[in-house]
């Protein structure tokens, strides 16, 4: 049975997160039903790297499709995205070593979220318009205290998985890097590492809005990361704008 490496996009506002649920629409069931038309096969295995909260948006999630089929990669694609909703695309498809696994073998993930500086009538759905003024220099100031090796309990449930759906060992989780990218109205924050918990990356970006507001002091990434804090789950920003915009794997470029 072929194994496929999938690369998908999709607009999340409309799903109740990526995993199959029952009783709820997700992307990843509407990817299993397309499989389902297009190779008329109910016997296959359809695993995402990882998975995104209700409401989140995915540039470049990846998952593997193991499925008895003789269409080949690219006829597959084109086949699964004549039978998905407008919202899911297949970007890529490509036929994967029976080893590669979307989840296990992914090395790093990077997410990207979107703050409006200013009322527009087609960003609301992809971004967390934000009123007040914001001191950009005070939050990138403030970001570089997430950068490292760091105890996210306070950005985090107890009881949370990280996004690759493994219930993590503790609540240690290495970020690479944080940039904060100002692009007219919009300003991006993009964030990588190795994982990330459940609503981690959207208190993170709630609390930096929070400095960057002046509701915060400038040191209070450190004073939460060090002490327990109920105040991020306060500051949770939301779903709209947020996506997962690449996932990593061995040799990839991580530029």
Do not use: C
């Amino acid at each position: 049975m072929p194994r496929f490496k999938l690369t998908i996009e999709y607009a999340g506002m409309r799903y109740s997160g990526w995993q199959i649920q029952k009783n709820a629409r997700t992307v990843q069931g509407e990817i299993d039903a397309a499989v389902r038309i297009v190779t008329g096969r109910k016997d296959f295995e359809l695993y995402g790297s990882g998975r995104t909260d209700a409401g989140v948006h995915a540039l470049g999630q990846v998952a593997h499709l193991d499925v008895s089929t003789n269409l080949p990669a690219e006829t597959l694609r084109l086949q699964l995205n004549e039978a998905l909703p407008a919202d899911i695309n297949i970007l890529a498809a490509a036929q994967a070593p029976h080893r590669f696994h979307a989840r296990h073998h992914a090395i790093a993930r990077r997410y990207l979220y979107q703050i409006a500086r200013r009322r527009t009538a087609d960003d609301n759905a992809y971004a967390w318009w934000v009123r007040e003024p914001l001191d950009v220099e005070a939050m990138r100031d403030a970001a570089r205290a997430f950068v490292g090796m760091r105890d996210f309990r306070s950005f985090t449930a107890a009881d949370a998985r990280s996004d690759s759906g493994d219930a993590p060992p503790s609540t240690l989780v290495l970020v690479d890097r944080i940039e904060m990218i100002e692009e007219g109205n919009l300003l991006l924050v993009r964030i990588q590492g190795s994982h990330f918990l459940w609503k981690m990356v959207r208190r993170m970006v709630g609390v930096l809005v929070a400095i960057g507001r002046g509701e915060l002091p400038a040191d209070a990434v450190r004073a939460l990361l060090t002490e327990g804090s109920a105040v991020p789950a306060r500051l949770t920003a939301p779903a709209s704008g947020l996506f997962l915009e690449r996932v990593f794997y061995e040799g990839d470029s991580q530029d």
